[in-house]
């Protein structure tokens, strides 16, 4: 599958991710979705870190390559050219939830990302009005499945302290949908 992912050119307008053997495709965005993966992009000093939006994410262990929202890495821990970046270069993922990801985002993410070693996973919910940060990957968590030991939230409004970067999001300007 991961072969075939890998050559395949998805419509014009659509993210593919392959999550667990699954292609993924998801139509365009909502405004509110933009707006907050924006915020959080320009909440992050581009002189320390890499801040990307459609780069897919190589989580080697299960051969899956999502493509969240914004990766964020440190500078110069991506050298070469490539499709994806391997996960153990990732700093933070960002997923913004939608009425149709609420799963994949909470659940099937969380697992993957945590699987994947990405030290933090910061979930935008535009449905609930608030944030998760995820941090601490275990791929011996309790239960059996890959997880993180630490969840911090914050309502929108209210800011966010992302310790693996080193500084409090401003989430003043998140929106929800309507």
């Given at each position: 599958?991961?072969?075939?992912?890998?050559n395949?050119?998805?419509?014009?307008?659509?993210?593919?991710?392959?999550?667990?053997?699954?292609?993924?495709?998801?139509?365009?965005?909502?405004?509110?979705?933009?707006?907050?993966?924006?915020?959080?992009?320009?909440?992050?000093?581009?002189?320390?870190?890499?801040?990307?939006?459609?780069?897919?994410?190589?989580?080697?262990?299960?051969?899956?390559?999502?493509?969240?929202?914004?990766?964020?890495?440190?500078?110069?821990?991506?050298?070469?050219?490539?499709?994806?970046?391997?996960?153990?270069?990732?700093?933070?993922?960002v997923?913004?939830?939608?009425?149709?990801?609420?799963?994949?985002?909470?659940?099937?993410?969380?697992?993957l990302?945590?699987?994947?070693?990405i030290?933090?996973?910061?979930?935008?919910?535009p449905?609930?009005?608030?944030?998760?940060?995820?941090?601490?990957?275990?791929?011996?968590?309790?239960?059996?499945?890959?997880?993180?030991?630490?969840?911090?939230?914050?309502?929108?409004?209210?800011?966010?302290?992302?310790?693996?970067?080193?500084?409090?999001?401003?989430?003043?300007?998140?929106?929800?949908?309507?």
């Amino acid at each position: 599958m991961s072969r075939l992912f890998e050559n395949w050119e998805p419509p014009e307008g659509v993210k593919a991710e392959l999550l667990r053997g699954e292609i993924v495709l998801v139509g365009g965005q909502d405004v509110v979705h933009n707006l907050a993966v924006t915020e959080v992009q320009n909440g992050i000093p581009d002189a320390r870190w890499h801040r990307v939006t459609t780069q897919d994410v190589l989580i080697p262990s299960d051969g899956s390559e999502p493509q969240p929202d914004l990766v964020v890495c440190d500078r110069g821990a991506v050298a070469g050219a490539g499709r994806a970046v391997p996960a153990s270069a990732v700093t933070l993922v960002v997923e913004v939830v939608s009425r149709s990801s609420v799963d994949r985002d909470y659940r099937t993410k969380r697992h993957l990302y945590a699987e994947g070693g990405i030290p933090a996973y910061l979930i935008v919910d535009p449905l609930r009005g608030g944030c998760v940060l995820l941090s601490e990957p275990r791929t011996d968590a309790p239960g059996g499945e890959p997880d993180y030991l630490l969840e911090r939230s914050a309502g929108f409004g209210d800011p966010l302290p992302v310790d693996v970067l080193g500084l409090i999001l401003d989430t003043s300007e998140f929106q929800t949908y309507s």
